[in-house]
């Protein structure tokens, strides 16, 4: 095989501070990738930091709720982190 026509997959920055380098450089683009763990274990923040750290208005972020944490919920506690940016 031909190394030199390998699609370079580049990673996302977590935005969160040390979890690149734990995730080998962050999380890969174009990527479908699960956030799974016990309940209240920051599985929501985690996505709103990875969101904040990547959102432009060039390449906007899309977050969907479900019922068990509607949105007007979500963001009424989120809006607390020094990450959250409500522009
Ligand atoms: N990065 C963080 N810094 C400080 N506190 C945090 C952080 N992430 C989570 N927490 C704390 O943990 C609580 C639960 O976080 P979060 O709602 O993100 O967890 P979850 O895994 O999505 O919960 P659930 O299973 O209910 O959906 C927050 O209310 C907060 O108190
Ligand atoms: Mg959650």
Redo the contacts with the bound molecule.
């Keep these: 095989m031909n190394t030199d026509k390998k699609v370079t997959i580049n990673k996302l920055p977590t935005g969160v501070p040390g979890l690149d380098e734990i995730v080998g450089g962050g999380l890969p683009e174009y990527s479908f990738n699960i956030i799974a763990?016990a309940?209240?274990?920051?599985?929501?923040?985690l996505a709103h930091q990875f969101v904040f750290a990547n959102a432009t208005p060039e390449r906007p972020a899309l977050y969907f709720t479900v019922l068990g944490?509607s949105a007007i919920k979500m963001l009424r506690?989120q809006q607390q982190y020094t990450f959250f940016d409500p522009a």
Excluded at 39 to 45: D, E, F, L, N, R
Aim: proline fraction near 10%; hydrophobic fraction near 0%.
């Design positions: 763990g309940p209240g274990s920051g599985k929501t923040t944490e506690y």
